[in-house]
């Protein structure tokens, strides 16, 4: 606000410029954009990093929720839908389109992407949306925890094959 009282052109420019630019103004001290663009701010990160850090800790914050959250004693309730699933996801699923990669005429590396996009555990992020929509949380974070045990098993199987077959040199 100006002295006398009437509201600034540089104020109303500053409200209506992106929440954020605004806030990592604030944040750095420094009204000149700093921290945007990878450059560097007052306290020598740039935004790029911080962003990559924050980013890197998702999966594992993730994994502990689960962990403090899950009960085992509700495992026996669900082991027959978990064993159908993960037969589909882990073992089923493979045998399906793992061949149709190869068919396709996809080796090493590529035919590897094919390999860990058909046969990777469940995401943690499906127990938390299934907590967030109400449904069945508990099968989710089981889900969760034996396909990622079971998914070492079933990776090293179908890589020790692949590579036998010649198929993989990577």
């Known amino acids: 606000v ?7 052109e540089e104020e109303v420019s500053a409200k209506s410029e992106n929440p954020m630019e605004w806030l990592k103004k604030k944040l ?6 700093a921290g945007v663009n990878g450059r560097e701010n007052v306290a020598g990160y740039t935004e790029d990093t911080t962003v990559q850090d924050l980013a890197k800790l998702s999966t594992p914050i993730a994994f502990m929720i689960l962990g403090g959250d899950l009960d085992f004693s509700k495992v026996k309730g669900n082991l027959k839908t978990a064993f159908v699933v993960l037969t589909i996801k882990l073992v089923i699923l493979p045998l399906i389109m793992i061949p149709m990669v190869v068919m396709m005429g996809y080796r090493d590396a590529d035919l590897l992407s094919g390999v860990l996009a058909y046969q990777t555990p469940v995401a943690v992020s499906s ?5 967030q929509a109400g449904a069945d949380g508990q099968l ?3 889900l969760v925890v034996f396909s990622s045990v079971l998914s070492i098993f ?3 199987v179908t890589i020790f094959i692949l ?6 040199a990577v």
């Not at 127990?127 to 907590?131: D, E, G, R, T, V």
């Open 2 to 8: 100006g002295s006398d009282g009437e509201v600034t």
């Open 28 to 33: 750095t001290g420094d009204k000149k954009n």
């Open 127 to 131: 127990y938390i949306m299934a907590q």
């Open 140 to 142: 989710a974070g089981q």
């Open 154 to 156: 079933t990776l090293f």
């Open 163 to 168: 590579r036998t077959m010649g198929l993989l």
